[in-house]
Every structure is written in C-alpha cells, then in structure tokens.
C-alpha cells in the first residue's frame, strides 16, 4: 500500500511541473521582395542568412521588437536559430524546429523571422499568430506552430508584397529602443534652441 501511494506522489508531482514541447516549422518558406518567386535569401549559394525566433507571451500579445535586448520588450525568446543558404537550395528559408520547455508555464507561444540575419532599426519581421500552450505532462504530444499562413506560396516580410494569402498584420518593422526615442526627442530640442538662438543674435545685429 505505501508502496502505491509513493508511486502515485511521484506521478503527480511529475504532472505538476508538466512539460511543453513545441514544433515550429515554416514549409513553404519566405520572401523579402516584390518578386515572390524570389526566396528571402536570394540565389542558391548565396550565403545569406536570416534569424527566426520562438518567442513566449503571457498575455497573448506580441510586443513590438526593440534592439534594446536584441529581441523584444517583455516577451521571452524561447529559441533562436540562424538559417543560412550554403548551397543547399534553401533559398526560401524554410525549416523545421523543435523547442522543449520542461518548466510548463501558462501562455502563448509565436515565431518571428526577420529579413535577415543582421536586425537593425527599421527592419521587416513577420509574425505568426498566437499558440496557446498545453501542459503535455509527458512529451507524447507535441504541439505544432505552423509559421506559414499560406502553406503554398509562403509569406512575404514586408508591407508591399502578399504571398498569396494576405499577411497584412502579420509584418512589422523593428522600432527604436525606448532610450534612442528619448535621445531624439533631446536632439530635436537641442537643434530648436540652437536655430533660436541664431535668429535671436541675427536680430540683435540688424537692429
């Protein structure tokens, strides 16, 4: 009987952490022009490379992305890999990952996946929609996150282009961090005093 009951604790206990095992993937690929027969990594050989990211939200939200922690404001980057076009004929940037989680946290998961591989201000990244997490228990069951909308054609990263299935509100750009706004604003202040100043003593000395 003891036996029994510590074999039982155990198991709930085990359930309690839970597990979360996501499936990320992007079949039909990417592009980054207004030539969607042309892959976001270019030629094959090219060399190029783009970031793509699984990130965690606790408030089904996506933050806007900030280089202030290479990554977003509050969500939480749960993985990052790196695809690159080496001669494979990857130049749609597809790929298939697999992220385990073994601290089960209530939330939501999404993938990002930006121009390329060197983020900067004003960047294109596209976004998917929002997958709510599952406390697995066991890692019998992952969960997949189908990164592609549109499972033919893929999806483009920029406002201008389509992919087939619009993916109007699922491409953004990377803003400014919070502290550049601030110094822009004081940039801006400094040159207005300094025009002022100019116009004051160009007065003074016509008068």
Aim: glycine content about 12%; cysteine-free.
């Amino acid at each position: 009987m003891k036996k029994m009951v510590a074999v039982l604790v155990m198991g709930l206990v085990a359930m309690s952490y839970g597990n979360t095992q996501v499936n990320w993937a992007a079949g039909a690929g990417f592009y980054f022009t207004v030539d969607p027969f042309t892959g976001l990594l270019g030629a094959p050989g090219s060399g190029n490379s783009t970031k793509v990211q699984l990130m965690y939200s606790s408030d089904n939200s996506k933050d806007d992305i900030n280089l202030s922690l290479a990554g977003n404001v509050n969500d939480v980057v749960w993985d990052t890999q790196t695809i690159t076009e080496n001669g494979s004929g990857n130049e749609w940037a597809n790929f298939s990952f697999s992220y385990v989680n073994a601290g089960f946290t209530a939330g939501y998961v999404y993938a990002l996946i930006f121009q390329d591989n060197n983020v900067q201000v004003g960047d294109w990244y596209y976004y998917t929609p929002m997958l709510a997490l599952v406390n697995l228990g066991g890692l019998d069951f992952p969960q997949d996150l189908a990164v592609n909308t549109d499972p033919i054609n893929g999806n483009a990263i920029d406002s201008i282009t389509g992919g087939g299935t619009s993916t109007a509100g699922l491409v953004a750009q990377v803003v400014p961090e919070p502290a550049t706004f601030g110094l822009m604003a004081l940039g801006g202040i400094g040159a207005w005093l300094l025009r002022r100043n100019k116009l004051k003593s160009k007065e003074e000395a016509d008068a």
